[in-house]
């Protein structure tokens, strides 16, 4: 069972352009959404993350704009640049449980966004 | 400089063999987790450990085994009863407990390939 779902798979923008990448959970114990970036043959690094006690965060160009209600949560890349080309995954975990939940992260399937110049 | 070391970088493997993939940190991170990648799907939790000596499994463990003997070190071993053990395996580290919300940090992987 897949508890959280993203879209799109691929996303193609151009240079300057938005890109927007949404993820729906179904778990309502998550309580920690990050963002991960991930370049072809490296691992994920952390993008950007969010609580759900707030609407909305913003780092740069990046923006995480979370619905509690409707148990989803999407990334705005503003003003997106070819160096911003690689895959993107949502995830979630229970970090308020984090001794019995061991800070497990449940990963989106991930989408690969190509910023064309 | 702190990180995450994965070896080796690229794998290969004949079917029937048992293989370690080798997971250094010198974050001083209590938590370390490996997870699996196959392309164009996410990253699945394999094992994880919370502390030395312990380690639980994930949502995929059948046909893996890891061990923890030290904190620095969490070694992966796939092995024959893994039935399609082809992927991209990913190596994390975090700290543990807290009130702030704790990033896992990725080594560069190991691409395994089976023969």
């Known amino acids: 069972q897949q508890q959280v779902k993203q879209s799109p798979q691929s996303l193609i923008v151009q240079k300057g352009g938005i890109s927007i990448i949404n993820c729906a959970y179904e778990?309502?114990?998550?309580?920690?959404f990050p963002w991960y970036q991930q370049f072809p043959g490296k691992g994920p690094a952390l993008l950007i993350a969010?609580?759900?006690?707030?609407s909305e965060k913003k780092e740069g160009r990046f923006t995480i704009s979370f619905n509690k209600s409707a148990k989803q949560f999407s990334l705005h890349i503003m003003d997106s640049q070819p160096g911003d080309s690689a895959t993107y995954f949502c995830a979630a975990s229970t970090q308020g449980s984090i001794k019995a939940a061991g800070n497990k992260l449940t990963f989106g399937g991930g989408t690969r966004v190509l910023v064309k110049p | 400089d702190g990180g995450i070391t994965q070896s080796p970088k690229y794998l290969f493997r004949k079917e029937g063999q048992n293989v370690t993939l080798s997971c250094e940190q010198n974050l001083n991170h209590d938590a370390m987790y490996w997870y699996r990648q196959d392309p164009g799907q996410g990253l699945r939790l394999i094992y994880y450990?919370?502390?030395?000596?312990?380690?639980q499994k994930g949502d995929i463990a059948e046909g893996y085994s890891v061990s923890r003997e030290k904190k620095e070190s969490f070694p992966l071993t796939v092995t024959s009863a893994q039935k399609n053990p082809t992927a991209f395996y990913l190596c994390?580290?975090?700290?543990?407990?807290?009130?702030?919300?704790?990033?896992?940090?990725f080594g560069p992987g190991t691409r395994l390939t089976v023969l």
């Open positions: 969010i609580r759900p006690d707030v």
């Open positions: 450990s919370q502390i030395v000596n312990d380690f």
């Open positions: 778990n309502t114990a998550f309580d920690y």
């Open positions: 994390a580290s975090s700290i543990v407990g807290g009130v702030s919300y704790n990033e896992q940090f």
